[in-house]
């Protein structure tokens, strides 16, 4: 795998998108950025549009960090089909998901929840008090048969009346990731995962959520081991 980059050549860790919108500012981070909601966003400079690096068969995660002016509207994420730079159709897709927030000395992202439609940009369930942005997570999956090469799309952002697209580029290398892992990759997980949607773990509903959560884990070729305990020594209740 080739790590991602963002416009500038110089990489920063973070960037603001130039020509912002009126009710939102949005920033994009790497993935593995552990930006504290409750802190203003970090801009350390500007950018025309994204841009990431990938192997075919890779997916290539981006942060988007939206701050609005005003905590009044639903949010929306709309990802224009990918076209490579003649013009031919792509089967490059892609998804966004809301990272969800915990306490550790101070906030920090570490799970993922599905996000479809329009939804509250602020989830009060994550109970973060003066909460000022919040992250979400954009993958772009890059098929095993798509061809080395700079492919094109863009990623609307609807928040209340308004829509801003920031512009994507993606550079797919003439490298191919096997289906079959040289390891064995297992995320455990401590308790069940119905918490944040105060689902009981007996029932049918926690059951499609927790199936949503493997069929998550297994497009990034790994596997998901939620045990029955917590770090508390509390245990499910199934």
């Given amino acids: 795998s080739v790590p991602n980059k963002l416009l500038p050549s110089s990489t920063p860790d973070r960037i603001i998108i130039a020509d912002q919108p009126a009710s939102f500012l949005v ?29 075919a068969g890779e997916w290539i995660p981006v942060q988007l960090c939206i701050q609005p002016k005003k905590v009044d509207s639903d949010i ?3 990802l224009d089909d990918f076209k490579s730079i003649r013009g031919r159709p792509s089967t ?26 329009k939804q509250p940009l602020f989830d009060l369930r994550n109970k973060i008090l003066n909460q000022k942005n919040q992250s979400f997570l954009l993958e772009i999956q890059v098929p095993k048969t798509e ?9 609307r952002i609807r928040y209340g009346n308004e829509e801003f697209r920031i512009p994507i580029t993606v550079k797919v290398l003439p490298v191919v990731i096997p289906d079959k892992l040289s390891f064995q990759m297992s995320l455990n997980g401590y308790g069940t995962v119905g918490g944040p949607f ?10 499609e959520l927790e199936k949503q959560y493997h069929r998550m884990v297994h497009r990034h070729r790994s596997t998901l081991a939620l045990l029955g305990y917590s770090h508390s020594g509390t245990t499910s209740k199934d």
Avoid at 41 to 46: E, R, V
Avoid at 147 to 155: A, E, F, K, L, Q
Avoid at 198 to 207: A, I, K, S, V
Wanted: overall charge negative.
């Fill in 27 to 55: 920033t994009t981070m790497p993935a593995s950025a552990k930006h504290d909601p409750t802190l203003d966003l970090p801009i350390l400079s500007k950018a025309e549009k994204l841009f990431v690096v990938g192997a």
């Fill in 76 to 78: 929306e994420f709309i």
């Fill in 92 to 117: 490059i897709s892609g998804n966004v998901t809301r990272l969800w927030y915990t306490r550790a000395g101070r906030y920090v992202p570490e799970a993922v929840i599905p996000f479809s439609g």
């Fill in 147 to 155: 061809i080395s090469g700079d492919y094109v799309s863009g990623v």
């Fill in 198 to 207: 105060g689902l009981d773990d007996r029932t049918p509903e926690y059951r």
